[in-house]
């Protein structure tokens, strides 16, 4: 699954000249300073703000969806992923997945590797990518007795490609990773539900990167956002494995 991830990019114009081809030829931006911090590591239990790329604007959303018609927020702790497999059938993401369907803009994820009752944390990047793509689901939510509205998004996710199926070894899944050719079109809030199941697919490994980390990163009671978290720590053990 993906509950953990690394965004570095604070200025909305470099995200609008990343996905300039997916936004309207017409957007404009000025050179805004998201109020977020820089998250080298950050965990969806969190629910941090995030920016979102939406067909018509980047927002910041909250990382777990809570479906429109929810009685309360309990749901997101539950709703960090949505199954690509069952996405088209899931109360909580139903509707969403057929015209509420965004981008989360990362620089890497996180995934942990389990051998001989260990577990190795890893960070995943696009080589050569300094930001790429997560296929996500959207929705807003009111809460009935403030008023408050939470605008909340979940990371769909697939089967693991064969490295990622090396590293997340139990569940074997991954994010929904989109190819910058597939952008746009995932954007669509008119796209065909049989349009948007042919892009809920499994990511090639072939420009993947996967880099063991300091068992730092196991601790979620410690500081992991902090950039010695992103620096390779090689383990001899691992070696015999790979």
């Given at each position: 699954?993906?509950?953990?991830?690394?965004?570095?990019e604070k200025k909305k114009s470099k995200l609008v000249e990343r996905y300039k081809n997916a936004l309207p030829t017409n957007f404009k931006t000025?050179?805004?300073?998201?109020?977020?911090?820089?998250?080298?590591?950050?965990?969806?239990?969190?629910?941090?703000?995030?920016?979102?790329?939406?067909?018509?604007?980047?927002?910041?959303?909250?990382?777990?969806?809570?479906?429109?018609?929810?009685?309360?927020?309990?749901?997101?702790?539950?709703?960090?992923?949505?199954?690509?497999?069952?996405?088209?059938?899931?109360?909580s993401f139903k509707s969403a997945i057929v015209s509420q369907r965004c981008i989360l803009p990362v620089s890497g994820f996180f995934e942990w590797?389990?051998?001989?009752?260990?577990?190795?944390?890893?960070?995943?990047?696009?080589?050569?990518?300094?930001?790429?793509?997560?296929?996500?689901?959207?929705?807003?939510?009111?809460?009935?007795?403030?008023?408050?509205?939470?605008?909340?998004?979940?990371?769909?996710?697939?089967?693991?490609?064969?490295?990622?199926?090396?590293?997340?070894?139990?569940?074997?899944?991954?994010?929904?990773?989109?190819?910058?050719?597939?952008?746009?079109?995932?954007?669509?809030?008119?796209?065909?539900?049989?349009?948007?199941?042919?892009?809920?697919?499994?990511?090639?490994?072939?420009?993947?990167?996967?880099?063991?980390?300091?068992?730092?990163?196991?601790?979620?009671?410690?500081?992991?956002?902090?950039?010695?978290?992103?620096?390779?720590?090689?383990?001899?053990?691992?070696?015999?494995?790979?």
């Amino acid at each position: 699954m993906c509950y953990n991830a690394s965004y570095l990019e604070k200025k909305k114009s470099k995200l609008v000249e990343r996905y300039k081809n997916a936004l309207p030829t017409n957007f404009k931006t000025d050179t805004e300073v998201f109020e977020v911090p820089t998250y080298y590591f950050v965990s969806g239990f969190e629910h941090p703000k995030l920016p979102i790329i939406k067909h018509d604007d980047i927002f910041l959303y909250e990382w777990g969806l809570i479906p429109n018609w929810a009685k309360d927020a309990n749901f997101q702790h539950n709703t960090l992923n949505a199954v690509g497999e069952t996405v088209f059938e899931k109360p909580s993401f139903k509707s969403a997945i057929v015209s509420q369907r965004c981008i989360l803009p990362v620089s890497g994820f996180f995934e942990w590797r389990q051998l001989n009752n260990k577990k190795y944390p890893y960070y995943i990047k696009i080589e050569g990518q300094e930001i790429f793509s997560l296929a996500c689901v959207y929705d807003s939510w009111v809460d009935k007795s403030t008023g408050e509205v939470k605008n909340t998004f979940s990371i769909i996710t697939t089967p693991a490609n064969e490295l990622m199926e090396k590293i997340h070894n139990v569940k074997k899944r991954m994010p929904l990773i989109l190819s910058q050719s597939d952008e746009k079109t995932w954007l669509d809030p008119q796209l065909s539900q049989q349009s948007i199941s042919d892009l809920i697919k499994t990511y090639t490994e072939s420009d993947l990167v996967a880099i063991p980390i300091s068992m730092e990163a196991n601790n979620a009671k410690a500081n992991r956002n902090k950039a010695v978290i992103l620096e390779r720590v090689d383990y001899p053990e691992l070696q015999l494995f790979d």
